[in-house]
């Protein structure tokens, strides 16, 4: 009896201190409920966040972690992260069936990557952030696993009308993320989610027809951007935010926008968004940066999500 309980009380502690291995994984393959727990361990003073996931991902998650295992057998792999050992803050999830059926995740960041991605609707941003920073920066190729996340499926999904904070994992639900070949310049520019590919013109019902500055400002003053003439501009608009429109010629258009840090972002087309021009720098003034091809700088606009109409 006093063995067991011993044996059980140093299987815990190795458990939850050390790193996800095949031991934990032999736990994960083995729990089987309909609604299983989250707890974040994060916190010092008050609970940790407790949330519940369904039993698809809960099967989501036992798949990539074998994959991450099973293709790692060198553990050599980026995937394979130091587990934190962290005290105060950030270290680790448990998934928990009941109280005496759940696993311990730490240094498995594919893994913690998707359970943060799951949980974020119950956490701050400021949580997001301080587990991100102790997790490796893989999270945007584990999103695509994420892919049928009920909550980038309500479109359009809008920004405020305040001027949007740089952090693509966490702008409007991290849609532009979970959705990224779905959503594009126009949508990322405008800080809507739509999984429509948005077009100039047409959420207002008449698409533009010519790659020129004149004819895509045109089309998109319609949606319901105000044009802001050509000089960079500084602050921030009462309403809404900058966009630039800037263009291929004669063959693409491209936008960019001014976010809450005073540089600028875009997503070109169904790629990830970034923050830097073709020489990666850090994007202060779209009309000298890096764009080529889209070589020809328009003119700025002002978006105020809640009164356009894009699609
Ligand atoms: C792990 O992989 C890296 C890069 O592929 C390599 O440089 C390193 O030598 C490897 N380490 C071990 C212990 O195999
Ligand atoms: C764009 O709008 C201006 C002002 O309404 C108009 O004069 C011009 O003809 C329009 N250009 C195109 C290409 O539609
Ligand atoms: C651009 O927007 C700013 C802030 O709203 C405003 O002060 C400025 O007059 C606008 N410029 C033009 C040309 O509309």
Redesign the pocket.
């Known amino acids: 009896m006093i063995f067991n309980y011993l044996f059980s009380f140093v299987c815990l502690l190795s458990i939850t201190n050390g790193q996800f291995n095949k031991e934990h994984l032999t736990k994960l393959q083995g729990l089987e409920c309909n609604e299983p727990s989250i707890t974040l361990h994060i916190f010092s003073g008050t609970p940790n966040p407790v949330w519940k996931i369904d039993i698809k991902q809960l099967s989501q998650i036992k798949k990539l972690a074998y994959e991450t295992l099973f293709n790692n057998n060198d553990n050599n792999n980026t995937l394979l992260s130091k587990p934190t050992t962290r005290v105060m803050g950030y270290h680790g999830f448990t998934i928990s069936c009941s109280s005496n059926q759940y696993v311990f995740v730490n240094g498995l960041s594919p893994i913690e990557n998707l359970l943060l991605l799951g949980g974020r609707r119950h956490l701050s941003a400021s949580i997001i952030h301080h587990v991100k920073d102790h997790l490796g920066e893989i999270m945007s190729e584990i999103t695509s696993i994420q892919s049928d996340n009920a909550d980038c499926n309500h479109v359009p999904i809008k920004g405020t009308d305040a001027v949007p904070v740089y952090d693509p994992k966490t702008d409007d639900n991290g849609c532009f993320v979970t959705k990224e070949s779905s959503n594009n310049c126009y949508a990322y520019g405008t800080d809507i989610v739509t999984n429509t590919f948005p077009q100039p013109g047409r959420g207002s019902g008449k698409k533009w027809?010519?790659n020129?500055c004149?004819?895509m400002?045109?089309?998109s003053?319609r949606d319901g951007l105000v044009y802001n003439g050509t000089t960079l501009p500084t602050g921030k608009p009462e309403k809404g935010h900058f966009v630039a429109l800037l263009i291929w010629p004669e063959t693409n258009f491209h936008w960019i926008r001014m976010d809450a840090n005073g540089f600028w972002s875009h997503k070109p087309g169904g790629t990830p968004v970034r923050n830097k021009d073709n020489r990666d720098l850090p994007i202060t003034d779209p009309s000298k940066s890096d764009f080529s091809p889209w070589t020809q700088f328009c003119s700025y606009y002002v978006a105020q999500p809640s009164v356009l109409k894009i699609n």
């Open positions: 027809s010519l020129t004149e004819d400002g045109n089309s003053i």
